[in-house]
């Protein structure tokens, strides 16, 4: 087996080993996440953590068929920006610099990308990125939350209603892979504001809003770190990972169809969007 075979991150390949990759069309993941204040009880860089370890287990899992690249560690973020140390990046330089690193991978010819997202505002930007990805290049890119793949087992586990941020998943996920950095004699139970249609942390399923955090909270946290355990951690862990590794067999067999043209007069193919 060579090199390319075996390893699964991005950037412990050389560049002939690289070409071996791409020869072997592996699917590349990018995880994303954020830096971004997670309570009294979580350090900052929980949403990069937990998408990064889900992503390197898959590879472990399946070496031969993922390359996961380095993580993206900031997000939009301004909603959080009244806790200490919380990093913000605007949308657009986001969505910008994220397409740099796909639309380089796929010029080196890998067919299949896919973006893994821990960070829930990251979500309509990774999708923007997925994409123009797709549109503008002759590879796919596709975009996902590992947090999709844990909430069935979720559901059987779960003591606490509310699933959003520094809570009950995200805390027992943490202390699953790394107890040591969780601080649980200082986690709290954190509630949004909530009418009958909005509440302050697009919980609402009817309007889409988010406010600062400030306004609402003094704690940083969304839903009930308190009854979270490296236990649930351990079985929602591998329900992210199983999933994520039956969407690598199905990405990777995913068909490039050709494009049919539907005009009976020529296009003006040299239109750059
Ligand atoms: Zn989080």
Redesign the pocket.
């Known amino acids: 087996m060579g090199k390319a075979e075996s390893e699964y991150r991005y950037n412990r390949l050389t560049w002939p080993e690289m070409n071996e990759a791409i020869s072997l069309q592996k699917l590349v993941l990018l995880p994303t996440g954020?830096t971004?204040q997670?309570g009294r009880h979580l350090p900052l860089d929980?949403?990069v953590f937990?998408s990064e370890a889900v992503c390197l287990e898959v590879g472990r899992r399946v070496p031969d068929k993922v390359l996961v690249l380095p993580p993206i560690a900031y997000g939009l973020n301004l909603h959080h920006i009244d806790f200490p140390g919380t990093v913000h990046i605007e949308p657009e330089i986001f969505i910008a610099f994220c397409l740099n690193i796909t639309k380089s991978v796929a010029y080196h010819g890998f067919e299949k990308i896919l973006l893994v997202n821990?960070?829930?505002s990251n979500g309509p930007l990774i999708d923007l990125v997925a994409r123009k990805t797709t549109l503008q290049t002759s590879s796919l890119c596709f975009a996902c939350g590992y947090a999709s793949f844990l909430w069935d087992k979720f559901a059987e586990i779960r003591e606490s209603a509310v699933a959003a941020?520094?809570d009950e998943f995200?805390t027992s996920l943490y202390l699953h892979l790394a107890p040591d950095r969780v601080q649980m004699d200082k986690a709290e139970k954190g509630d949004d504001r909530m009418g009958t249609y909005v509440s302050s942390d697009s919980t609402s399923r009817f309007v889409r809003f988010n406010d600062y955090w400030g306004r609402w909270s003094q704690l940083g946290v969304h839903g009930d770190p308190t009854v979270a355990s490296a236990e649930k951690g351990e079985i929602i862990f591998a329900a992210a990972v199983e999933g994520l590794v039956d969407l690598v067999d199905e990405l990777r067999e995913w068909p490039i169809a050709e494009r049919a043209d539907m005009h009976e007069q020529p296009v003006q193919n040299d239109i750059r969007w």
């Open positions: 954020s971004e997670h929980t949403d937990l821990g960070h829930g941020h520094a995200e």
